[in-house]
């Protein structure tokens, strides 16, 4: 198992933002998911609905990754950061003047830029 | 369907905190189980492993409930709270010296008591 | 922690059943979700699309509960109960005729019978 | 949003196997991680216990991308193809002799074989 798995027990310090920006952008899809349903309209067509979701879902998913140390997290940093990208253009392609939808789609670009940090 | 849900928009002021604390412990819960993961020993321990897992599912689940202004948020924090409190206890029973146990503990007793405020 | 966690170990039998549904509403929800998401319309209103959502992540904790034997299994399945009945009129009201959203209906309400057998 | 979302509707036939296989890893690995925690020992180490919590969400966080049809659906079942392997190997690592390991193993193997399926 040494060999897919890295060593447990404290994490490596750049872990610690990335960690916190995809918690963070886990939290802002939910609460922009809830007002894109309040909104209803372009706001909830398929595309945008399902790559909001997908954004919160991955995000948690790879802030649980690195937090275990896991050695798939850098990997799935990478898709994390395209979906991150993808739903910050998709909030900004659905209503650009919208407040909530900006927060949105800025917390995702900071998120985005901190898996690919990770990367690197 | 207006029997059972309330009217969707911004949610009341009061959800504010409770979901913030929510989604607060829910991070706080996944650092110590990494943490609790990493020490072995009586952290890892069925009860006390279970009850970390349980404690972060359930706030990330209530969080996203009251976002939603579901109209079972309220019953579903006052299951939360308990789960909060039990995990509390936990972390103090299984090491009332360590910060990590210590710093867990005090955020699930700080969401338990946002649950019950949600609940009065 | 003996008052607020059972014993740990095998399941009791009779949670099997209802861990089961839990899991295949939680699938459902998931299938469901996505057929709302391309229909559009009444289909994409917010109460149907949050108790979609409710539905399939509280099934899903719900069933974790059982599966890790809390003490908290039974009380949480009381609230699971009401929301997939809920879920269940929703799927109704929203279109009787759509074949999808009867499955999902139906599948709703023998999970919400296997959590109220639980409790009973 | 075109070059980033497939088109969304009824989601390809050859996502429904893996999508399926997905929904099972996720139930199966929470079934063995009751079991882990309930058998202690090297049931509990730190680096099988995170695989197998790892591998859990990363099934259900795949399926609901295969789900919705999201366009990063198969660079996410890369890498989930990974973890399912290291998932299985562990299992084998930890007691090859437990039937629930075992299923386990097969369940993980069974499902990495579909998300490479995917990608070719």
Redo the contacts between chains.
Sequence with gaps: ?ET??QE????PKEYEECISDC?SCY?QC??C??HC??M?GKH????????M??CA??C??S???M??????AI??CQ?CA??CD?CA??CD?VDPEDPVMQECAAMCRQCADSCRNMVQ
């Design positions: 198992m897919t798995q447990f027990g404290p994490h918690f939290e939910t609460v998911l809830s349903m309040s209803g909830v067509e398929a595309k945008h609905l399902s790559l979701m997908e879902q991955l948690s998913t802030a649980s990754f937090q275990f140390n896991s050695s798939f990997e799935l898709v395209k979906v993808a253009t998709s392609e």
